[in-house]
């Protein structure tokens, strides 16, 4: 295991990991499940929560730990006016009036897709979707065109090992063929995931792009598969989704 760099500071590290923690485990954490599921000694998880609690991110009822609002002031930055995640709130609106279909923008976060902008009709998935959620990237449709964007080292890294969780019957499982989706995906230039992530649900995203072609984002609109078929998600709502990342990738360049 390499040395870490000189500039690395290991207690904002594992104070950030303690923060994390709770997104995976929920409110009402305890020292000892923290340190459980961080591996951290208790006496630094002790050392993190007491530091989180002075600035305002953590609160204590009785022995039980669970963050507060105040975490918020750390998306600022990200969610501020000019960002592409505020830029695209007027855009998904639009879209979902339009098409009358929920829709969304996401990012790459390691191997999930973290949603930075939404805009719903109605709940069709089982789980409820907002901004900060988060789901496995190799699943979903943004997840899909955003791992497409990759290099394929890079990407390799980002998916799981065969084989594959099966989340539906539809779920692909073998790795082999979600690689060739994701090579059709750089082709077409947009995915499609049909009731792999959960019975009833499709999807389609397209890359959100700069002005040098990269990709920055990922939009989408999900929709209920017994209200719309897979040609009707080609002929209908792809060329309204192309139009809308074009919009917001457009207005990025402007903004930056």
Known sequence: MSEPHPDF???????????????ELGAGQSIASLSTHTDLPR?????????????????????LYHVLPGVLR??????SDRSLSALAQPVLEGLRDELDES????????????????????????????????????????GRV????????????????????RLTPLTLVDRAALEKVLEGVVGNGYAIVDQELEIGLRSIAVPVCNEAGCTIGA??????????????????????????????????????
């Not at 006496?43 to 022995?63: K, P």
């Open 9 to 23: 500071m290991q207690s904002l590290a594992r104070g950030l990991q303690v923060l994390e923690a709770f997104r």
């Open 219 to 256: 939009l989408n609109v999900g929709t209920n598969a017994l209200e719309r078929s897979l040609q009707d998600l080609e002929k209908t709502i792809l060329p309204a989704l192309t139009r809308a990342a074009s919009s917001l990738g457009r207005q990025a360049h402007l903004s930056g």
């Open 146 to 165: 955003l791992l497409a964007s990759l290099a394929p080292a890079e990407r390799d890294t980002l998916l799981p090992q065969e084989p594959l969780p």
């Open 43 to 63: 006496g630094v998880i002790a050392r993190c929560l007491y530091t989180l609690s002075e600035l305002g991110y953590v609160g204590r009822r009785e022995r």
């Open 74 to 79: 750390l998306a600022d930055a990200f969610l």
């Open 103 to 142: 829709c969304s923008l996401a990012v790459l976060d390691g191997a999930e897709i973290l949603y930075v902008a939404r805009a719903s009709r109605s709940r069709i998935m089982s789980i409820g979707l907002h901004v900060g959620s988060r789901l496995p990237a190799w699943v979903t449709s943004m």
